[in-house]
């Protein structure tokens, strides 16, 4: 039996696909705290994937190409391999879900530490269970208790890293540190298995060669794809910008509403308040025009007083002005 039969070949790459994992996760975490509703569980989802598929899953799938027997070869029960990389996903999620977002609540975290390490080992030991050979499968129970206890503990970590976590730099050293963890409890557990010979095992399976190109195919699309759409999406500072600006538009559409309904409410202006406009004829006339006050009564300026023509002269005066002139 042996678990490095490549070297430190694959502990070096399932560590990286772990890092990834764990990268995305996240970074898909650090956007969903941000938000509420929909955006907040489509993040969720893409982190869930991206710890328990990318991260945890991969990362032990790819570990797992390591170990090998002498003078056996190791198949693969393919339907318990997937449900192993499903029971990691909803694993985490149920983890994310529980942890909720407040990271004062350390009740919670622990709670969904619980709940995602048992998940994380179980999909652990899944694996291994998929493995079909020759052999009986047993484990050393101290190893076995440690294996499940540093999947308990590295979970409640990296949930607490989801919700407090902020900045690059603070993110590269999350991830880095949750990948030993992960591949720290894989290589615990692995060292805890136990084989006995069985002539009448390894029948049945999916061999290495069947298996790896359809698993490295999944992997590598969705990892792309999952990275080109956090690399292209916005950032937490972002999108808080955004729900923000959001915010202040919908407060401002709900102040010109009511005061729009506070001017229906008011109607129209009084008719005491309103004043005539005088008429034509009353100003070609030079009439006086009544001017009504606030108080309801209606008054009369003073007609102005025309100013004296030649026509208006007493006639005495233009007769003397005849007679002199005769």
Known sequence: MHHFSYGLLTPILAYAASYVGCLLGLMCAARARVLTGGGRRGWLLIASVSLGGTGIWVMHFIAM?????????????????????????????????????????????????????????????????????????????????????????????????????QGRVATLAAAAVMGVAVCGMHYTGMAAMRLTPDPTGGIGGTSFTGLLPPVLLVVSVVTVVLLIFVAFSASPAELVEDAEFAARMRRTAHERQERANAQQDLGPRPHSESVPAPSAGSLAAGAPQPVTSRSGQRTRLPSPTPSPTVHQQPISRRLNRRGTGD
């Open 65 to 165: 190409l390591g170990f090998t027997l002498d003078d056996a070869t190791i198949r693969y029960n393919m339907p318990l391999t997937v449900v192993s990389a499903l029971v990691a996903i909803v694993a985490v999620g149920a983890g994310l879900a529980v942890v909720g977002s407040d990271a004062r609540k350390l009740y919670r975290i622990a709670l969904a530490g619980v709940l995602t390490g048992v998940g994380v080992a179980g999909m652990h030991y899944l694996g291994m269970a998929a493995m079909v050979m020759p052999a009986t499968m047993s484990f050393e129970p101290i190893l076995f208790t440690l294996s499940v206890l540093i999947a308990v503990v590295a979970a409640a970590v990296a949930l607490w890293f989801t919700l407090v976590i």
